[in-house]
């Protein structure tokens, strides 16, 4: 059985981890959070997160970065909001979600064989690669590397009834101009620096 970690020592809380929260979300109104827990009960996907929103939130105010940065739960927001235009205090949680997530990219701590992160990164490197997804290509990187080879086999019929109807396609789709792509990735990289 998973044991979650309930207490943390004063001295492995980081205390700089809430002001680069703040920082990368935006949101300024995270430390006055009364722990109502309305964003927890507005979230449809609650159920399966290992730390609810309400938790999440307290965490990042405690300063509780590696295991808010391992957490499955960003990855299972749905932004769907609800949470968000809910909060009594005016937290922007969503945006808290997506700062999480982008901050486990970087320091590469978010669940390495969990589907969502996996399937967000190859389809980031395939876009900025060809300019467009090929279907097949990023199915079968999905698969290998959470390696889920039982759940490829199973997705193989739905994949070949696409194929046969025309769905998806074999061919690698990528734009033309590609250097072009790849100069207008640069200036987003450079202005948001
Ligand atoms: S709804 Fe807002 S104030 Fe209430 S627990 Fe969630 S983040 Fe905190
Ligand atoms: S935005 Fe994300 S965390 Fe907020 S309620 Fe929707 S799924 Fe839950």
Redesign the pocket.
Known sequence: MKIQEKVINEEDMDRTFLNDIKEASGSTEIDICIQCGT?SS?????VYMDYT?RQIISMVKNGMRENVLKSFTPW?????????VRCPMDIN??DV?YAIKRKAVEKKTYPSRFAIPVMDKEMHKILTHNGRSSEVLLMLKLFLKTRNLIGLIKMAPLGLNLFKTGRIGLKKESIKNKKQLRQILKAVKEESQ
């Open positions: 964003c507005s979230c449809p996907m609650a929103p299972l927001c749905a932004s769907c909001y609800s949470c968000q949680i969503t979600m």
